[in-house]
């Protein structure tokens, strides 16, 4: 221990760690040297490390990882709701990037606005430009469900949002996995079959792993059939939920009067 005082905050150090700020009691001068094998590659593979375990466990136990994390055993984890902004830009740029490169090969269209009603552009607008919200609200719908249908947990809200926010962040990553399997197109020329087969494959992943991860969060707290009928519930609400939310956005971009509309969200 070189300093005889946090140099953050001035309190008097005794451990590694000040006791009032948390900051390392050796902070060292910035050189050439420290600054390249000490900040940038520690620093860049702690955070490469925190991202790969959570999404590992987002993947192989999301409802057990969250619970580990409710509980207090939060060092591994990367900020779960920060990753998912990440993997929505991964899932996103993937997206577009592919889209150009199909454009550019003469196998695809620009998408365009013109035909379109004032209605039809208002939700295409919505749905290309304001798509992380839209991906996010299946955090706050699948917690005020979860929390109504798994109460023997005794979790609050709070916590039922971060059993959300880690199974979303699997869902995003098998629909990552999804988009990064469609560049093989560009070299295997897929049939309208194995497109549409890789399609409901991957949409059939991300249903089976929302069950999944429901169950390894509570199926510990309930019987088969009481969980069976709990997460049926569950998809029933989610899904009433969504065309709730729909209607009422059509019907503010129509001023209620629910007209002809097209919708092509995500693209």
């Not at 990753?83 to 740029?93: A, C, R, S, V, Y």
């Not at 290309?128 to 609200?137: A, D």
């Not at 249903?207 to 969980?227: E, K, Q, T």
């Amino acid at each position: 221990m070189k300093n005889k005082n946090c140099l953050n905050c001035g309190e008097e150090l005794i451990n590694k760690y000040c006791s009032h700020c948390g900051q390392k009691s050796d902070t060292h001068r910035i050189t050439f040297k420290n600054f390249i094998f000490h900040d940038v590659l520690h620093g860049t593979f702690h955070i490469d490390k925190g991202i790969l375990f959570t999404a590992k466990q987002a993947l192989i136990r999301p409802g057990k990882a969250a619970l580990d994390y409710i509980s207090g055993k939060r060092k591994p984890y990367y900020n779960v709701f920060l990753l998912i902004l990440l993997t929505i830009g991964l899932m996103l740029f993937l997206r577009h990037y592919y889209s150009e490169i199909m454009i550019e090969q003469g196998r695809a269209y620009v998408k365009g606005t013109r035909g379109l009603n004032e209605a039809s552009q208002k939700m295409d607008y919505i749905f290309s430009q304001k798509n992380k919200i839209v991906i996010f609200l299946f955090v706050p719908f699948a917690a005020l469900n979860s929390y109504v249908l798994f109460r023997r947990k005794q979790l609050n809200l709070s916590e039922h949002t971060i059993i959300a926010g880690m199974i979303l962040l699997g869902i995003l990553l098998f629909s990552t996995f999804g988009n990064a399997i469609f560049y093989l197109n560009l070299f295997i020329d897929f049939s309208s079959t194995v497109t549409d087969l890789v399609s409901t494959t991957i949409i059939s992943l991300i249903f089976l792993y929302i069950i999944y991860g429901y169950f390894n969060a509570f199926g510990n707290n309930y019987s088969r059939l009481g969980f069976s009928y709990r997460i049926l519930l569950f998809f029933l609400l989610l899904f009433a939920e969504v065309i709730i939310l729909l209607l009422i956005t059509i019907g503010i971009v129509t001023n209620w009067e629910f007209g002809a509309i097209k919708l092509t969200p995500f693209n």
